[in-house]
């Protein structure tokens, strides 16, 4: 007996030619005035407390993001916008994943620091969660894309030379005059002498 295969089902949030096939955007703030308006309270409950609260959460919505952080946010997406402009493509939200990607290979040829690249990202994850849309930055496909990019572009952070003793000593030399701490009585320039002071014998 031939069973017949069942075609697979499409998840909500599959990707089709780069773009999201939502089949319900979740929405990027909580809206108390509709959720009160549908389930009523006990009728001895303190409606206007409840009404407080609800005003209470949309202050630390708005107050999620900073003023300049918020102002960073637009001019990364308007660069995007700009760039999209010059090709003719559809800047979204959504955003399909190929256009992030080639804008991003366009920050590398502009020699755009990590940073700012970075920056610009940001602008678009942002902007898909406004929308209640998952971002492109997050499909596993950019993120290796964006993991080469830091390997061949990426500016080795130079780390700093520790403070040797003798360094340490003319540090503390420079304190105010006075009694001098522990510290530089017991140190010398013979090397051998160093460890009475982790055992308290000077």
Not at 25 to 54: F, N, Y
Request: hydrophobic share 45%.
């Amino acid at each position: 007996m031939s069973v017949e295969r069942l075609p697979a089902v499409r998840q909500p949030t599959d990707v089709l030619h780069g773009e999201l096939v939502n089949a319900a955007a979740t929405p990027s703030r909580i809206d108390l005035t509709r959720w009160l308006a549908t389930h009523q309270p006990a009728a001895v409950a303190d409606v206007g407390l409840l009404h407080d609260l609800a005003a209470d959460v949309a202050r630390f919505a708005e107050a999620s993001r900073a003023a300049g952080t918020i102002r960073k946010y637009d001019v990364g997406w308007d660069a995007l916008l700009d760039w999209c402009a010059r090709f003719g493509f559809d800047p979204g939200p959504p955003t399909p994943i190929e256009v992030v990607a080639l804008y991003l290979a366009q920050m590398v040829r502009d020699d755009l620091a990590i940073s700012t690249q970075d920056g610009r990202l940001a602008a678009i994850r942002d902007r898909h969660l406004a929308a209640g849309l998952l971002p492109p930055t997050d499909d596993p496909r950019f993120r290796r894309i964006r993991d080469g990019v830091r390997r061949l572009h990426g500016r080795p952070v130079e780390g700093k030379a520790a403070v040797t003793l003798p360094l340490l000593a003319a540090m503390l030399a420079t304190r105010p005059t006075g009694r001098r701490p522990a510290l530089m009585r017991c140190w010398s320039s013979d090397a051998t002498t160093w460890p009475r002071y982790a055992t308290g014998a000077c």
